[in-house]
């Protein structure tokens, strides 16, 4: 008797959201919010409703244009290794020869 084992074919693949990868989901969800807390915070002050809308809208716009933009620039690990490669430094200097004797 033969036993049937199910293969997963996408267990390693990156998670995806219509196009986004990885933690650019996250990204988008978080400027999201912050949108609407926004939206929230120009309402509240008494703001004319179709500027607050306006505001929202045009500052939501620019959000996913910008993070679908990086998300296709940077990849899945780009982005993390961009801002690595900034915190390693152009030059190491050594004025003695302490460090290499014992």
């Given at each position: 008797?033969?036993?049937?084992?199910?293969?997963?074919k996408?267990?390693?693949?990156?998670?995806m959201?219509?196009g986004?990868k990885?933690?650019?989901i996250?990204y988008l969800?978080?400027?999201?919010?912050?949108?609407?807390?926004?939206?929230?915070i120009l309402?509240?002050?008494?703001?004319?409703?179709?500027?607050?809308?306006?505001?929202?809208l045009?500052?939501?716009g620019?959000l996913?244009?910008?993070?679908?933009g990086?998300?296709?620039?940077?990849?899945?690990?780009?982005?993390?290794?961009?801002m690595?490669?900034?915190?390693?430094p152009?030059l190491?200097r050594?004025g003695g020869?302490?460090?290499?004797m014992?």
């Amino acid at each position: 008797m033969a036993s049937v084992y199910q293969i997963n074919k996408g267990v390693s693949a990156p998670v995806m959201f219509k196009g986004l990868k990885a933690q650019y989901i996250w990204y988008l969800g978080g400027g999201l919010a912050g949108v609407l807390i926004l939206f929230a915070i120009l309402y509240i002050c008494g703001v004319n409703m179709f500027l607050c809308l306006a505001i929202a809208l045009i500052t939501g716009g620019g959000l996913f244009s910008w993070i679908y933009g990086m998300s296709n620039k940077y990849g899945e690990h780009g982005l993390t290794k961009q801002m690595g490669k900034r915190m390693v430094p152009d030059l190491i200097r050594n004025g003695g020869r302490k460090l290499f004797m014992k």
